[in-house]
């Protein structure tokens, strides 16, 4: 029985790659923070009203912003409640279907990362892209919201 083996020196190396590798460390944290967003949405309820983070906006103005009603939105989404999410928020459903993409964005772009390293500048360059026009995408109405308040 074979209680320890020893690593060959290309498999050290490989650890030592993936663990120097700027790229993969930040997928990782991207990765865990559109996890914890998404445990956040179904941990608390919105028929409790439970959420710790309020709108500051709402808070100091006493008017909700384009943003308001994003995590009843959100938990609603995880709840399968989709009409009722639209009603929270409008933009949720669009804002929810970015991080669903980006967290495959993430995992799938580490995967390729790994498997194929003399791709990865290409492979970078393509997630960029890619990130950028789905950002684009589900947070353009925030984007012009923000440009007309100038």
């Given at each position: 029985m074979i209680l320890y083996r020893r690593k060959s020196n290309t498999q050290k190396r490989s650890d030592v790659r993936f663990r120097n590798e700027p790229y993969h460390i930040i997928n990782i944290i991207f990765a865990g923070v559109i996890v914890i967003i998404f445990v956040y949405s179904g941990f608390f309820s919105p028929e409790k009203n439970n959420y710790p983070?309020?709108?500051?906006?709402?808070?100091?103005?006493?008017?909700?912003?384009?943003?308001?009603?994003?995590?009843?939105?959100?938990?609603?989404?995880?709840?399968?409640?989709?009409?009722?999410?639209?009603?929270?928020?409008?933009?949720?459903?669009?804002?929810?279907?970015?991080?669903?993409?980006?967290?495959?964005?993430?995992?799938?772009?580490?995967?390729?990362?790994?498997?194929s390293p003399a791709n990865r500048k290409q492979l970078i360059i393509y997630d960029s892209i890619a990130s950028g026009i789905v950002f684009i995408i589900a947070f353009w109405p925030f984007i012009t919201g923000i440009i007309q308040g100038f």
């Open positions: 983070v309020v709108c500051i906006h709402e808070k100091l103005t006493g008017e909700p912003c384009l943003s308001c009603g994003l995590s009843h939105s959100f938990s609603l989404i995880l709840r399968g409640r989709l009409s009722e999410a639209y009603k929270w928020n409008q933009y949720g459903m669009r804002i929810f279907l970015f991080f669903v993409a980006q967290l495959i964005f993430r995992l799938d772009f580490l995967r390729l990362s790994i498997n």
